[in-house]
Structure formats: C-alpha cells, structure tokens
C-alpha cells in the first residue's frame, strides 16, 4: 500500500498547528508515572471494543513507561469509552481518543514528556502517541500505524511520535475502519469517518499475551 503523499501532508500540518491539543495549550507540569509498578502488572493489555470490532493492545511498559501508565490511567478510569476515531487516513493512520460523538474536546490530565527515543518505530500496527509541535504534550489522544511511517520516529536528535505498544488483534478491524469513507464533520475539515467510528468500551487485560513468531 503506497502513502497518499499529499495527505498524509495535511495530517501532519495538522500536527504542527496544534490541531491535536486538547483543551488549549498544553500545561508546562508533566503527568507522573508513580503508578508504573502497580499498572503495570494488571494492565500489560488493553482491549479496546469499537462498534467495529475488538482491538488488543500490548503495552510496551519496559520502552515506554511513562506513556503507557498514562495509556492505562485512562482506559482504567473510563475515559475512552464513548471516544470517536476522528482522524482516519488510508495508507497513514486511524487516530482516536479525544472527542465524544458529538465532537466535543474531553478534558485530559497534564501532558506527559515524550519517549519517542526508547527504540520503538511507527512501524505498521503500532499504536503511539498524537500531539503537537510541543513534543512534550502529548495527553489522550493515540494513533494507530496502518503502515511503516518511519519518519515519525525521533532520529538525530529530533523528537518523534512516542510508539508505546502494538496491536496483537483486531487488525482486521483497524484495517475496515481505515476503509470507511470520510469528510468533513463536525470541527473537522476534512479525514471524518462519515459514520460513527467510536469505542464502545477500553478495558485493562491482565492475562499477557501469547508469544508470537
């Protein structure tokens, strides 16, 4: 599958404008990750039911602690639930995590400082983290890869997208939801899933997950 150049363009002006803050201009104080321990053992997964089907995520907490405590805080207090995918673009990525069905900002805990220098590449199936210019605030919001889109990774110095886990199932629906057509809805100009993409439900897997070739 080849990147739509062009769009995938828009998506990252996007980024630079600030058009993924949520709430304004991001806090100068930083989320704590005091609860990585605990977390961390009862949430290695997290599976997120859409009204499209399941998706389950592996947390990378050894590469990504902060951001994947920050993941998890969210999906333990409920906060995705009712979250609509308002960013998809084909060839790029699914985005989520942000606004309710009626496009409405959630308000989020303090931004958190970016680990995009762990390692990790936004390799296809990737789940990482959606922000603006300020590489240190990234709050709620997560994007899945549907391709390589190395470029977004941090590199000589220069901030990336902070990647803090994988998707182990549900692909497949990443992959339909992808498909659906889109427009212009709600604040949004353009990239809108003309129907309702949203999640049902985000809930912490305690089980690990199975060991893969």
Known sequence: MQIDKKRCSLFLFGILLGALTIGGQ?????????????????????KIET?????????????????????????KEGFYD?????????????????????????????????????GLSNVRGTIAMARTRD???ATSQFYINLVDNTRLDYRDGQWGYTVFGRVVEGMEVVDAIA?????????????????????????????PAEKRD
């Open 26 to 46: 991001p806090s100068l104080a930083f989320a704590s990750s005091s609860e990585e321990g605990p977390v961390k053992s009862i949430c290695p997964r997290v």
């Open 135 to 137: 590489p240190h605030s």
């Open 179 to 207: 498909r659906i057509q889109t427009g212009s809805r709600g604040p949004f100009p353009r990239d809108v899933p003309l129907e309702d993409v949203f999640i049902v439900n985000a809930r912490c897997l305690s089980a």
């Open 51 to 75: 009204n499209k089907g399941v998706i389950v995520i592996q947390l990378n907490w050894d590469k990504a602690p902060i951001t994947s405590g920050n993941f998890a805080r969210y999906v």
């Open 82 to 118: 009712g979250t609509v995918f308002h960013r998809v673009i084909p060839g790029f990525v699914v985005q989520g995590g942000g606004y309710t069905r009626e496009f409405k900002k959630k308000p989020t805990h303090e931004p958190i400082r970016n680990e995009s220098n762990n």
